[in-house]
């Protein structure tokens, strides 16, 4: 930490804080005169949990983030008051009730409380102009913590705020009866609400927003609401609720929802299918068998989706999700109609106004264009049918008991005997003068078994009885590629969805193991062929390997969301290593990803150090060969690890960001 003394800036700063606005000249002079300048570093703590309010801090630059036994609770930016909020910090007989630490190198303005009494004391007039609009700023901090509110721009809200009273309410009062007309809505600052709708009951703390909807949609109050504890509430009006939502930045959702009226409509042919996940739950999957696509949702989705009939609109659909549910969930169901519409699930609704898409520049439309060639591709549909043909006739002998068992024992034998015919493999590559032909044809033979990788999947799939979607066929980049779409596998439970991602490695495990039996009985008469054979299972268990990899999505991945039940399992683990890093039963899946991880990386450069001084090494003449051994045998080993931490490192910047 470093101190700076006061900066003649300091004034014009202060100014334009809410909570002195009003104050002359010369009291910010003197106000300015009182704080001074501390810098911390990232990480540094600035404020402990339970420590006593003996200062005022402001956050000059940077981002404080407050926690609450270890949980993150809140991020203080530039401008904002650290450790007590603007309605309270007249009164230092507190305590800070979290900790407040460096999330980037900041500057904070600091002033002890003794000379902040002096300046009170020095300017009467000043404390009540202050004590003025820390109520203003309390009605603020209590509106911004709430949905839908949350995003609407600090400068609206400031507007609304001197109109908005905080009214005392004592126990026993009762706000509204079920069925009244409803005008406004209540948000609940201190003391609890009692809620009776029919025979239930449930209770709202503070902070919390009750009576909302009834307003906007002009119907009669679907509850009863009573103060059990004396009560400090805001009321809203409903023009000033429809005016805060119209001025919301993001919140378009909720804008439709209350003003449209787009009634959206079920596309046909879609059918329902219900699985129980790891929790217990109820998981719905809504199935489009003509198009190949599927929808993710839940019990309260698939009410949503039962009244997407043409014949209600979205403020229809989400006063009955209210009165089904006793809750507001006002931008879950926008959301959930959004990705509907998004997936093809829904007609679009239709636009008075005709949006124009913007030009994009030569430079911008040049590079769309090369993009589209290096990853172009095509997707076979209706190809069930045929997968269907070839399961029943041949691949269906393949998941028999018996040949699940010879499959597994190749597979092994095959193993051992690739590692057993290494040292003779790798004096083949140093003797013969062209063995670069060898290393590059057997790396050419790996295309030819991706089909095979592909079709584990495909038949897999048929295995369980599911449809195969699809076969996509393109360039990616460098390289081609073919894909099995087994979607409908996402109707299963996590063990058949695990089974057929692992089914595609295994194919190459098992052509790698038969292609080194092989070797194996071909070294003494047929060395050349062996070291060709050796070399392709060498590339077929790469294969295997390289889509085991948990850092990108592909099979091992996969693999590791299947087991867990967690479809946004990166996700998932990216934000755990940010903000959380418990180590309990519940983040094991954010664990278990991680090691997985870290293990692949540790892993792969193992593999990368074979690669390079074992098959690399022997494409270069003797005296090359010793000076790659002597100066870079480390190269490929530090390069993967290097890499792939960067890789790691770049997501788990951009999940901090964000």
Not at 217 to 243: H, N, S, Y
Not at 325 to 337: E, G, L, P, Q, R
Request: with cysteine.
């Amino acid at each position: 930490m470093s101190i700076f003394m006061p900066d003649k800036d300091l004034p014009g700063y202060f100014k334009k804080i809410p909570i002195f606005e009003g104050l002359t000249q010369d009291e910010l002079g003197d106000l300015s005169s009182i704080f001074y300048e501390e810098k911390y570093n990232k990480g540094r703590t600035i404020i402990h949990e339970n420590s006593p309010v003996d200062a005022i801090y402001f956050l000059k630059d940077g981002v404080v983030e407050e926690t609450l036994d270890e949980e993150v609770v809140a991020e203080v930016f530039s401008g904002d008051l650290i450790g007590i909020d603007d309605a309270s910090f007249l009164f230092f007989n507190k305590k800070h009730p979290s900790k407040f630490s460096a999330f980037t190198p900041i500057t904070i303005l600091k002033c002890d409380k003794e000379a902040f009494k002096g300046f009170l004391e020095k300017h009467p007039y000043a404390r009540s102009r202050i004590e003025g609009m820390s109520d203003k700023m309390l009605k603020y901090r209590f509106l911004k913590l709430v949905e839908p509110f949350q995003e609407v721009p600090p400068e609206t809200i400031r507007e609304f705020v001197s109109k908005i009273t905080v009214e005392n309410v004592p126990k026993g009062h009762t706000f509204f009866k079920e069925g009244d007309l409803a005008e406004s809505s209540y948000l609940l600052c201190s003391g609890e609400v009692e809620i009776l709708y029919g025979e239930k009951k449930d209770t709202l703390q503070a902070v919390t927003l009750f009576g909302l909807i009834a307003p906007l949609c002009g119907k009669g109050r679907p509850f009863t609401a009573i103060a059990t504890a004396d009560c400090a509430v805001m009321k809203l009006e409903k023009e000033q609720i429809e005016q805060l939502i119209t001025h919301s930045n993001g919140y378009e959702s909720l804008v439709m929802l209350m003003m449209e009226r787009f009634c959206p409509e079920r596309m046909d042919g879609v059918t329902i299918h219900k699985r129980i996940d790891t929790k217990g739950e109820t998981v719905v999957v809504l199935k489009d068998k003509r198009r190949g696509k599927y929808f993710k949702t839940s019990e309260e989705g698939l009410f949503v989706w039962n009244l997407l009939d043409g014949n209600h609109t979205i403020k229809d659909i989400s006063v009955s999700f209210f009165y089904e549910y006793k809750k507001f969930a006002t931008s879950d169901i926008s959301n959930i109609i959004y990705s509907l519409i998004y997936s093809g699930f829904l007609t679009k609704p239709s636009l008075s106004v005709k949006i124009e898409k913007p030009k994009e520049s030569f430079a911008i439309r040049l590079i769309q264009f090369i993009t589209s060639i290096l990853t172009a591709e095509y997707v076979f549909k209706n190809v069930d049918g045929w997968f269907t043909k070839v399961y029943n006739r041949i691949g269906k002998v393949f998941y028999t008991s018996g040949m699940k068992i010879a499959l597994t024992v190749v597979a092994l034998i095959g193993a051992i005997f690739f590692f057993m015919m290494m040292p003779h493999m790798e004096k083949t590559l140093q003797s013969e003068s062209h063995s670069w032909r060898l290393v590059l044809y057997a790396y050419l033979t790996v295309f030819l078994t991706i089909p095979f990788h592909e079709f584990g999947h495909a038949l897999t799939t048929k295995a369980y009885g599911r449809d195969v979607n699809g076969v996509g066929v393109g360039w990616f980049w460098m390289g081609p590629m073919v894909y099995i779409d087994t979607s409908d596998m996402w109707l299963e439970s996590k063990g058949p969805r695990t089974m057929v991602n692992i089914a595609g490695p295994f194919v190459n495990l098992i052509i790698g193991g038969a292609l080194s039996v092989i070797a194996y009985f071909l070294t003494s008469s047929m060395p050349l062929v062996a070291t060709f054979l050796w070399l392709s299972a060498l590339y077929n268990y790469l294969f295997a390997w390289y889509n085991c990899d948990p850092l990108i999505e592909l099979d091992g991945y996969y693999i590791l969301s299947d087991l867990f039940d967690k479809p946004s399992l990166r996700a998932i683990s990216m934000e755990w290593a940010v903000k959380s890093r418990k180590f309990t039963k519940e983040e094991l899946p954010c664990i278990a990803y991680w090691f997985s991880c870290i293990a692949f990386i540790i892993i792969s450069a193992f593999l990368a150090y074979f690669i390079q001084n074992k098959i690399l090494v022997s494409l270069f003449h003797e005296g090359h060969q010793s000076f790659l051994k002597e100066n870079l045998r480390y190269l490929f080993f530090f390069l993967v690890i290097a890499l792939s931490f960067s890789s790691l490192y770049l997501s788990f910047r951009r999940t901090k960001r964000n």
